[in-house]
T-cell receptor, first 113, second 112 residues
Framework: DAKTTQPPSMDCAEGRAANLPCNHS???????VYWYRQIHSQGPQYIIH???NNETNEMASLIITEDRKSSTLILPHATLRDTAVYYC??????????????FGKGTMLLVSP | DARVTQTPRHKVTEMGQEVTMRCQPI?????VFWYRQTMMQGLELLAY????????DSGMPKDRFSAEMPDATLATLKIQPSEPRDSAVYFC??????????FGEGSRLTVL
């Protein structure tokens, strides 16, 4: 799986958009970009994933650059409950069905009042 | 609400004792993962099952760790003998490929 680079920490004011960047310059064609988050003392929680196109769901939006070498997770209106470690993961889905999820260090997002 | 259930939630044991952690994946999911989390190493993949068959257990110390899926409703992770360095939170996750993984709340293990 391709390596990802994320800032170790970010701050965001409550109610503002949180834009979390991720660099994955060595991504290959069969690799998806996944985002998970982990709130303190809980298991990781899936947020969103995409291959090429931008994606949006009830939690967030995922913007992937045209060359796919980087992406941004957007939380449109951050709340205090969004304080968590956010993991950007590049995941290959092989024809054999083999596919693991390798977590890096992630970005600690602190949402303040 | 379907969820991944892990037991025990907390376990304190002494070095050398056997520890078994259990996971009930969400009904119908065909992939199960075991992860270990420590402050120093973060989240590490230990084992990965698809349709109950082990596909990858390269992250597991083979001499003391074993992972099995006796049936589709149960995954187990066993440590024998346990050591203080095994102290960590162990997470089980289930899902489909390439979809999302659902994680349990974890089993916090302390080995004295």
């Amino acid at each position: 799986d391709a390596k990802t680079t994320q800032p170790p920490s970010m701050d965001c004011a409550e109610g503002r958009a949180a834009n979390l960047p991720c660099n994955h310059s060595t991504i290959s064609g069969n690799e998806y970009v996944y985002w998970y988050r982990q709130i303190h003392s809980q298991g990781p929680q899936y947020i969103i994933h995409g291959l090429k196109n931008n994606e949006t769901n009830e939690m967030a939006s995922l913007i992937i650059t045209e060359d796919r070498k980087s992406s941004t997770l957007i939380l449109p209106h951050a709340t205090l409950r969004d304080t968590a470690v956010y993991y950007c993961i590049v995941r290959a889905i092989l024809n054999s069905g083999y596919s693991t999820l390798t977590f890096g260090k992630g970005t600690m997002l602190l949402v303040s009042p | 609400d379907a969820r991944v259930t892990q037991t025990p939630r907390h376990k304190v044991t002494e070095m050398g004792q056997e520890v078994t952690m259990r996971c009930q994946p969400i009904l119908g999911h065909n992939t199960v993962f075991w992860y270990r989390q420590t402050m120093m190493q973060g989240l590490e993949l230990l084992a990965y099952f698809r349709n109950r068959a082990p596909l990858d257990d390269s992250g597991m110390p083979k001499d003391r760790f074993s992972a099995e899926m006796p049936d589709a409703t149960l995954a187990t992770l066993k440590i024998q003998p346990s050591e203080p360095r095994d102290s960590a939170v162990y997470f089980c996750a289930s899902g489909f490929i390439p979809g999302e993984l659902f994680f349990g709340e974890g089993s916090r293990l302390t080995v004295l």
